[in-house]
């Protein structure tokens, strides 16, 4: 059979049109064909696996919150939108979209927990180290999946457990499980694994599950010569152990496994006080202060932290900014300095409710700074309703143990230690306060609190807000003249 070369070129263009007619009429006899849509519509993305649907914005609309302020174009929003765009070219594994999404949100929540702008410098560093850790690691990036889709349940207050969060979380267990039976069973990576999935406990409220991967966090980096030696090394993944073993003992109300000492000394920005030296100056403000005099002595040393850090956040969130890793170091010091401290007297007498007032007030300050997912902090049962019964109890005779007391349970407000029915004891009190303090406007309340600890970056906007809707005092009618 020869082939040979078939010459169209004398064919024109009406007949190759009906060429192609009778050719096509045997395949498309009967049929008719449809009218072309101007403006197709895209077709919905079909998820890899089944998921809830939860309203959440896309991918360059997230909405960038720092302590609960948005924040506008800069150098961070440059930074996570960087990391957060390029999450689904460097997947280990296909996600379902609505995933991704979360994922990429919890890309900013990391970075805006870790290194908030108002504060800190903005290096790049501690996203590019979660970065690298997330997707070098196959088990570590289906636990930040699975962790991201918990972040979307917590923020909505939603308990239910998504498929997609549930099958991520498995094949985290399923390596977790062959590592340990390996020789990466005290890695680094297979460390930062455990407490990921501690924190995906804690964001649904599983206190006893997040307990018993505690423990194994705890006895793997004993066995990796301590928290302090992983600290020196890697406090990315130090600083999420510790910050579990706080959250937890605050949840609980159990001994913290650490202490301040673990945190490395040159992380922490308060210098340690010399009872016995000469006091600098910002030491002799501290030490004057009207919250430092009126405490009990067992007190004083947390006061003086809590207000030194105070002073510091002012400082960074109009001056020069901090270091995040000295930011996160300094946070976690103070809040373990405040949970050594044991107060010994009996919580029934006038005093003691006093003083464990200002206690859970301090904790409801670092609280803020240290839990929190977007503009929503983490509560703690035990201790809200602490707050609540020794605020319902303390009182004050002169006029600075009122002031403290008014900024007590004002910051007890502004922080995770009220709900809606504590309206009911707390407002009248804070308005006795406020009329027997001569506190009536907002800027009366903002110069008086500047001696106490209280950040106006983190707590003057949602302090004003209740302010104008439940204290302030409404201005006298003018009478109508007749």
């Known amino acids: 059979m020869s082939f040979r070369f078939v010459d169209h070129s004398d064919i024109n263009h009406k007949a190759r049109k009906l060429i192609r007619s009778h050719v096509m009429k045997g395949k498309n006899s009967g049929k008719t064909r449809a009218k072309r849509d101007e403006n197709p519509k895209p077709a919905a993305d079909k998820p890899a696996i089944a998921c809830r649907t939860v309203n959440v914005p896309r991918g360059n609309d997230i909405p960038i919150t720092t302590l609960g302020h948005p924040q506008s174009n800069s150098a961070f929003l440059a930074v996570t939108r960087q990391i957060a765009n390029n999450l689904d070219l460097v997947s280990p594994t296909k996600i379902a979209p609505q995933a991704m999404l979360h994922l990429q949100q919890l890309a900013f929540y990391i970075l805006d927990i870790s290194s908030p702008p108002v504060f800190c410098q903005t290096t790049g560093v501690t996203g590019w180290m979660w970065f690298q850790l997330a997707f ?8 930040n999946v699975a962790i991201a889709s918990a972040c979307a349940a917590f923020l909505t207050e939603d308990s239910y457990h998504s498929p997609v969060a549930l099958y991520h979380m498995s094949q985290a267990y399923r390596l977790v499980n062959q590592r340990l039976s390996s020789n990466e069973a005290l890695s680094d990576n297979t460390i930062a694994v455990v407490a990921a999935i501690n924190i995906y406990d804690r964001l649904y ?68 006080r010399d009872h016995l030296g000469p006091q600098t100056r910002e030491s002799m403000r501290v030490l004057e202060s009207i919250l430092y005099q009126s405490v009990c002595v067992e007190l004083r040393e947390a006061v003086f932290d809590t207000l030194s850090l105070s002073r510091i956040l002012s400082q960074a969130s109009h001056a020069q900014k901090l270091d995040p890793e000295a ?5 976690i010091y103070v809040c373990y300095r405040l949970l050594e401290n044991q107060l010994h007297h009996n919580e029934s007498s006038v005093s003691a409710s006093f003083d464990m007032l200002v206690q859970m007030a301090l904790f409801g300050f670092l609280i803020t700074f240290c839990f929190g997912i ?66 009536r406007a907002w800027r009366d309340v903002s110069d008086a609190l500047r001696g106490f600890p209280w950040v106006k970056a983190a707590h003057e906007v949602p302090g004003e807000e209740f302010w104008n809707m439940a204290l302030a005092l409404p201005l006298p009618c003018k009478p109508i003249e007749s």
Not at 418 to 426: C, F, H, K, M, R
């Open 327 to 331: 930011y996160q170091g300094t946070l």
């Open 136 to 143: 070098r690691d196959e088990a570590y990036f289906h636990c």
């Open 205 to 272: 409220s599983d206190p006893h599950r997040a307990m018993i991967h505690l423990n194994g966090v705890t006895r793997m980096i004993a066995l990796r010569g301590g928290i302090g030696e992983l600290a020196k090394r890697k406090f990315l993944i130090a600083e999420k152990a510790l910050r579990c073993d706080m959250e937890l003992a605050l949840h609980c109300g159990s001994k913290p496994k650490y202490s301040s000492g673990d945190v490395p000394r040159h992380l922490v920005l308060i210098s340690q």
């Open 374 to 439: 977007g503009r929503k902090l983490i509560t703690f049962p035990l201790v809200m309703e602490r707050f609540r019964s020794v605020g319902r109890a303390a009182c004050g005779d002169g006029r600075p143990q009122k002031m403290v007391l008014f900024w007590a349970l004002l910051m007890g407000r502004v922080s995770s230690l009220t709900n809606g029915d504590d309206v009911v004891w707390l407002v009248p009190r804070l308005k006795a306060l406020a009329d027997a303090l001569e506190l």
